[in-house]
């Protein structure tokens, strides 16, 4: 795998099987929807409140042509059966669709029934709207955690490719400690799935979650810039991740613990001025085409009779 260019005027000629950049990836969700706020706004009133993903997807995607980048957007199911021509709007211009569940319920907050429907449904709905099969999923808040390894299974068996939701840090509420730090194939029972973990920094024999998000907001930006250069350091791709709403200051806001209140609105202003850093400084493309290029360990669980019946022919 070759090195990762870090400047979009510098980008090298692209080798088929080689990925040349990072992932960019964005959760497509409400302002009102995230996890932060379940105990405020319960999901029966969600109807009720004032719809602004449609407008800052928009001007997150002219920000991404500016730069030739191109991401892959999780979105939610409930988003997406309320506003299909966003989503179209979203793979017309080049980028990747796909699920971030049905409505926003933490993994570890589902049954496997319940999260078997979700992912189903989500899929489903994507799908019919684009025309294109969804590969990969990301749970609501990095939700798959050590003990919720059966959602990757259940993953595999609803048809999906890739999975972006073990957070290899320790951190309350989520985190997939001891987990890789690049992509990789997972070996489940029910075959394998990629795994796409989101960026992490090592400093001071620290892991630390440096992928985007609040991390980006809050902290200084050379923390995700110098995660995604100790990626290149390794040759692999690393993963940003951006929420819709981080780019709009002037959401209405919920009267939450002053905890919450940093995380979510903290730096909601400069998001964008960093994004553009960001873009201009790194070469960004859909997670689709890092697993493509992914050395896979053995064939893909729908090639896999053609394959046995490949290396038989061989044996004998
Ligand atoms: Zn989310």
Redesign the pocket.
Known sequence: MTAIVRHASIHPPERPGVPAAHNFSV?V?EYF???AFESRVARSEWERFESRVGREVSRLLDQLTRHDARGTF?V?GWVAERKPALVRLIARAGHEIAS?GWD?VRVTEQTPRAFRASVRRSKQVLEDITGVPVLGY?A??FSIVPGGEWALDILIEEGYRYDSSLFPVRRPGYGYPGGRRDPHWLERPAGQLAEMPPATLRWCGLQLPAAGGAYFRLLPYRLVRTALRQCEDRCQPGTFYI?PWELDPTQPRFPVSWLTRVRHYGGLGRTEARLDRLLAEFRFTAMRDTVAALAAPSPPPGDRPQWRNARDLRAS
């Open positions: 959760d969700e929807q995230v996890s999780f939610l971030h926003h990301r609501p808040s929420h």
